[in-house]
């Protein structure tokens, strides 16, 4: 699910603790202090000040609420690293922050489509030649001696028993480990914040938008995550194909994120989110919406079961009342904006787009035809 943080003053979070310095706030927060608060799910991001003139900041004891002990020290979970402080600067023109996002999601979205299309007509096409050397290579090995306990055989055993949604989507759960490892690096926290958060108020807008739903900070967070996408990936890969999905999926992943920068700028609600949710919320409602009688079950509780369709009333509902009532801890705009998505693409979207992808491949083929015609004519 997609976590959010939230700074303190001024974002709709509550008061910043800090001491009085001659009759105002003061910004800045004791490093003490920052700790505590970056401890929960949802970590906190402080906004620091610069001021002419002002004191050394007397040591504030945190409240018994916020560490969880009566006078011991603050322990941490080893599972959630410690995130520096960072400065957001919120536009003074708020609507204009939108305008860049907005391109980008048009402009990634239709490459990742053409890409898609460009790359379903490579795969084809070697298919064709892998076939007869599929041929050649089974008869090399119906007379070449068998070696047993071989490891490379055990995997490539594993690897070929797998669907095909299953062998596509560990890619991505790949990088989700991968960027959930550069997390623990603390020589990348700033970079980390920079690139592989989403937030409106950053200075850093596009990048993040493709790069958030490949990053988490908890565990627990990453495998709820990977275990939805690891048990719908055979569903959605055979409803849409191995590359289709792929545009589907990126494209899902920019297309939440954005929803979240219009709703974070609407509400002036402005914090950092992470995670691959809204991706996941677009798999999710596509395959619900056509296979709306399937039965799905909670892991923790197989007994109860529920149909499909009701599954994604209920979790549209729900992240409608989050968005409504302005719930923090996870981003509900990006799970209702990947779930709209996934709707309307199942719906109309493959009908719009990926049924009209022959021109852009035909073009593609006369490129690639006509460049050795142009190079036999030279010889």
Known sequence: MAWRGWAHRGWG????????????????????????????????FFIQQKCGFRKAPRKVEPRRSDTGLSGGAYKRSALIPPVEETVFDPSPYPIRTLLKPFFFTVGFTGCAFGSAAIWQYESLKSRVQSYFDGVKADWLDSIRPQKKGDLRKEINKWWNNLSDGQRTVTGIIAANVLV??????????????????????????????????????????????????????????????????????????????????????????YGPSLGASGA????????????????????????????????LKAIIALDTAGVILGWKFFDHAAHLGGALFGIWYVTYGHELIWKNREPLVKLWHEMRTSGPKKGGGAE
């Open 280 to 311: 996941i919320m677009t798999v999710l409602a596509a395959v619900c919406t056509k296979v709306p009688d399937g039965r799905l079950a909670i892991i923790f509780l197989p007994m109860l079961t529920f149909t499909a369709g009701s599954a």
């Open 13 to 44: 979070c509550g008061q910043a603790w800090a001491p009085r310095v001659g009759g105002h706030i003061s910004e800045e927060l004791p490093t003490g202090l920052a700790l505590p608060r970056l401890s929960g799910r949802r970590f906190n």
């Open 180 to 269: 959930f490892c550069l997390w623990r690096v603390p020589s990348l926290q700033r970079t980390m914040i920079r690139y592989f958060t989403s937030n409106p108020a950053s200075r850093v807008l596009c990048a993040p938008m493709l790069l958030s739903p490949f990053s988490h900070l908890s565990l627990l967070h990453m495998a709820a995550n990977m275990y939805v996408l690891w048990s719908f990936a055979s569903s959605v890969v055979s409803l849409l194909g191995r590359e289709q999905f792929m545009a589907v999926y990126l494209s899902a992943g920019v297309i939440s994120n954005f929803v979240s920068y219009v709703c974070k700028v609407a509400t002036g609600r």
